[in-house]
């Protein structure tokens, strides 16, 4: 590789690793804040925070990687614009697309590693991440059961203990149930254990009983039992084991979308689908992203103002590119027939970066200053 390409290439991965720790950073401790009230509110420990703050690292990156990628190509052409290096190129020969070649090698760097993210470390994370809250949540001591004093872990419900043994034995358990609006049923017993069944915890109640008050026709009706169970999985929302999300999926599976993966994850097909080619369009984003930030700043001369108008053109861009993602996104998930719609943003934003380079080279549309300095260094 030239000299050049090493130095523009190096420059571009400096300030690429910069933006992405910086973003990530910000991003990161937006959504530590809501986690960390929620984990340590639930009794959890800080080693289970820092878990599952790593569990949920690869996904911010692969969130911020396609922006750190406009921003450093941006920084660096604005950087070497302001200094003349780039003037200099062009006036020993070197075209739009000469110049653009690290650039493209920067964006393809950035494509394998969001792809190596969406494929592989994501789905992966996903996954380790559900495991571990699916835990978490069949532990329910540990979650939000605390004696002496009422609780409630739902709409409806309201949880009393007396008292929580050491054995892990529950005395004197209340529990109410008022989630049908015409039916009121609360439940009573000496004592009651936690067991794990097939669809979540479960609490057996002994020595109880039951009373089930109609609003309609105000009865009381009461029920005695030796030995009752109560559902905690629904209470709780706590998924059956062995279920997985559309996250967790890999990219095979939702590309084939098969009718065991629909009934699985409990999503439509077309959705399996868009998911499966959003992640192979994605990664696309990062080259495109960096091409428009690159090939903008191009169409600019050196001013002792700065490129605002070309940054200012190139955020604009990169906007477009993202509403068209998003509409992209919505026309897949409503048709199963439309998912090619996911590849629109990544082509549209390809062929506005080299459409970006090829207007930077054509003389007519360059401006007096740019024509003036070239002619000066030739």
């Given at each position: 590789m030239p000299r050049f390409d090493r130095y523009l290439l190096s420059?571009?991965?400096?300030?690429?690793?910069?933006?992405?720790l910086l973003l990530v950073s910000v991003y990161w401790v937006n959504r530590a804040v809501g986690l960390f009230d929620q984990l340590i509110g639930d009794g959890q420990s800080a080693l289970v925070f820092v878990e599952f703050s790593l569990l949920t690292l690869p996904n911010v990156i692969r969130l911020v990687l396609p922006v750190s990628a406009f921003a450093a190509a941006v920084y660096v052409a604005n950087r070497l614009m302001s200094d003349s290096e780039l003037v200099v190129m062009q006036a020993t020969g070197f075209s739009s697309f000469r110049l653009a070649r690290p650039v493209i090698v920067f964006g393809l760097v950035v494509m394998l590693m969001m792809s190596v993210?969406?494929?592989?470390?994501?789905?992966?994370?996903?996954?380790?991440?559900?495991?571990?809250?699916?835990?978490?949540?069949?532990?329910?001591?540990?979650?939000?059961?605390?004696?002496?004093?009422f609780m409630h872990p739902g709409d409806g419900l309201t949880l009393?203990?007396?008292?929580?043994?050491?054995?892990?034995e529950l005395r004197d358990v209340f529990l109410s149930d008022d989630r049908n609006a015409n039916v009121t049923t609360t439940?009573?017993?000496?004592?009651?254990?936690l067991a794990r069944g097939d669809q979540g915890p479960k609490l057996?109640?002994?020595?109880?009983m039951t009373q089930d008050l109609d609003h309609t026709s105000r009865r009381l009706s009461v029920t005695r039992f030796a030995d009752a169970t109560y559902d905690l999985g629904g209470m709780l929302g706590v998924a059956a084991p062995g279920t997985r999300t559309l996250d967790e999926a890999s990219t095979l599976e939702l590309l084939r979308a098969d009718a065991a993966l629909v009934a699985e994850v409990g999503s439509s097909r077309a959705n399996l689908l868009q998911e499966g080619h959003n992640r192979i369009a994605q990664p696309f984003l990062a080259l495109a992203t960096a091409l428009i930030g690159f090939g903008a700043l191009l169409l600019g001369a050196f001013s002792r103002f700065g490129?605002?108008?070309?940054?200012?053109?190139?955020?604009?861009?990169?906007?477009?590119?993202?509403?068209?993602n998003t509409q992209g996104?919505?026309?897949a998930i409503r048709s199963e027939l439309a998912w090619p719609a996911v590849y629109a943003a990544p082509v549209f934003g390809i062929c506005?970066?080299?459409?970006?380079?090829?207007?930077?080279?054509?003389?007519?549309?360059?401006?007096?200053?740019?024509?003036?300095?070239?002619?000066?260094?030739?």
């Open positions: 420059q571009l991965l400096a300030l690429f690793g910069f933006f992405s993210l969406t494929h592989v470390l994501v789905p992966a994370s996903r996954a380790a991440l559900t495991a571990r809250s699916a835990e978490i949540a069949d532990n329910v001591t540990a979650r939000f059961l605390r004696d002496g004093q009393y203990i007396r008292e929580i043994a050491a054995t892990g439940y009573t017993a000496r004592r009651a254990l057996l109640m002994f020595d109880g490129l605002w108008r070309q940054i200012g053109m190139a955020v604009v861009l990169l906007i477009v590119v993202q509403m068209i996104t919505g026309l506005i970066g080299v459409f970006l380079l090829w207007l930077s080279q054509r003389p007519r549309w360059l401006s007096r200053e740019q024509r003036a300095a070239a002619g000066a260094l030739a």
